[in-house]
């Protein structure tokens, strides 16, 4: 992969996405300054920036001031629930994992109807009491999104340590839900439903 995505605030801050290295992490961020400072000096992008006369001549004419804050790391990974023609509900995944200890909170996000049912997502905290690596330091609960094709993405953690620990708690989580008949999370799909719609 090696494509960067690059989220930005109005504020000025950035969140970068597909970095593997710091250096890579701050070429991204002095390309989408000087970007904007290039849409600031050209009339018809120039309301890019919204400040006054004499901020936006500073802000233009000055070099770059890029101050990096702090490195995350962002990971995914797949349950394989679709090699087994199977899906766990994501409505029944919700109140089965608001039982659980190791979970903060569990919350749906995203449509549930039409085509857009395929990028739900069920967005989840894991309690840092339950990952080792956590234990004495500043990492919160680590936020982790699941969608429905069983594929998992964990966010903002300061540790690939962290991610592998998380990665291996929630697909624990996620298996025994499936294996929970009385939970009745688990649903039959096929995989070559969707790609006959297609065709």
């Known amino acids: ?12 801050k950035t969140q970068a996405c597909g970095c593997r290295s710091r250096d890579e992490f701050e070429l991204a961020n002095n ?19 919204k400040a006054s ?11 770059r001031d890029v101050e990096l804050g702090k490195l ?19 409505d029944k995944l919700i109140e089965y994992l608001k039982k659980q200890p190791e979970i903060e909170s569990a919350s749906r996000h995203g449509s549930a109807e039409g085509n857009a049912a395929r990028f ?7 309690r840092k009491d339950c990952l080792p690596s956590c234990q004495g330091k500043e990492q919160g609960s680590v936020h982790v999104n699941y969608y429905a094709s069983g594929k998992c993405v964990v ?6 340590q962290i991610g592998k620990e998380v990665a291996a708690k929630l697909t624990e989580l996620l ?5 929970d008949d009385d939970a009745e999370v688990r649903e039959h799909y096929d995989p070559r439903a969707r790609a006959r719609r297609r065709r």
């Not at 992969?1 to 000025?12: F, H, M, Y």
């Not at 006369?53 to 070099?63: F, I, N, V, W």
């Not at 966010?155 to 690939?160: D, E, L, N, Q």
Request: proline share 1%.
């Open 1 to 12: 992969n090696d494509k960067i995505e690059l989220k930005v605030w109005r504020c000025g």
């Open 31 to 49: 390309y989408l300054h000087d970007a904007i400072v290039a849409a600031a000096r050209t009339p018809e992008t120039a309301a890019v920036l």
């Open 53 to 63: 006369a004499e901020a936006l001549d500073k802000a233009t004419q000055s070099g």
């Open 72 to 90: 995350t790391i962002l990971g995914g990974w797949d349950c394989g629930f679709d090699r087994v023609s199977a899906r766990l509900n994501m």
């Open 120 to 126: 739900a997502q069920v967005n989840i905290l894991v």
């Open 155 to 160: 966010t903002a953690v300061s540790s690939v």
């Open 175 to 179: 298996v025994a839900a499936f294996n």
